[in-house]
C-alpha cells in the first residue's frame, strides 16, 4: 500500500467508513439538538463545538493543500469551536462532509511527490507529515464524541464501539 493510499483508508474510517473505530458519520448519527449541546460542566466542549472545530482545521488545510492562500486571521485553538459561520446543525454537517470528500479527491489527485514538499505555512514539516496527523485528529475527536454521548446515554452500540 502507498502513501496515498493509506491517506484514503485514513481520511474514509474517519468519515464514513467505521471499521476498528467510529466514523464520523456513525458518531453523529440520530443526535437531536438538545443532545448536540449538552455539556458536562464549561470545561467541556459539546458535539457541535467539537465539529466545529474539526470543520475549521480540515477546512483550512484543504484549503492549503489545494494551494489557496488562508491565513488564520489569529484565531486562537479555543476559538474555533464557535460557529464561525453561524451555520445550523445540518449545514455545518453538511459542509464538514463536503470538506472531507474534498480531502479525498485532493489526495486522489495529487501526485506523490507533493507529499515530500513543504507546506507554505511549515518550511520545517512536509505534505505528507501534515496529511498524516489530520486523520488522527480527527479520530481523536470522533471518540470524544463517542464517549459523549455514552455518558449521555444515548449511543447506540450497533454504531460501533460495543
Not at 75 to 88: E, K, R, Y
Amino acid at each position: 500500500m502507498g502513501r496515498k493510499e493509506l491517506l484514503l483508508e485514513q481520511f474514509r474510517a474517519c468519515h464514513n467508513e467505521s471499521g476498528w473505530f467510529v466514523s464520523l458519520q456513525s458518531s453523529i448519527k440520530d443526535l437531536t439538538n438538545e443532545e448536540i449541546i449538552e455539556k458536562n460542566s464549561k470545561e467541556t466542549n459539546s458535539i457541535k463545538e467539537i465539529i466545529n472545530h474539526l470543520l475549521f482545521w480540515n477546512e483550512l488545510y484543504l484549503n492549503r493543500c489545494k494551494g489557496i492562500h488562508v491565513v488564520k486571521k489569529g484565531i486562537s485553538n479555543d476559538q474555533t469551536f464557535l460557529n464561525q459561520d453561524n451555520l445550523g446543525w445540518f449545514s455545518t454537517i453538511e459542509k464538514f462532509s463536503n470538506i472531507l470528500d474534498g480531502w479525498e479527491k485532493e489526495i486522489l489527485n495529487c501526485e506523490e511527490s507533493k507529499l515530500e514538499t513543504h507546506p507554505p505555512h511549515d518550511p520545517n514539516g512536509t505534505w505528507w507529515e501534515v496529511l498524516s496527523h489530520i486523520p488522527i485528529h480527527n479520530a481523536y475527536h470522533i471518540g470524544q464524541i463517542v464517549y459523549i454521548r455514552r455518558q449521555q446515554g444515548n449511543w447506540n452500540s450497533q454504531n460501533g464501539v460495543h
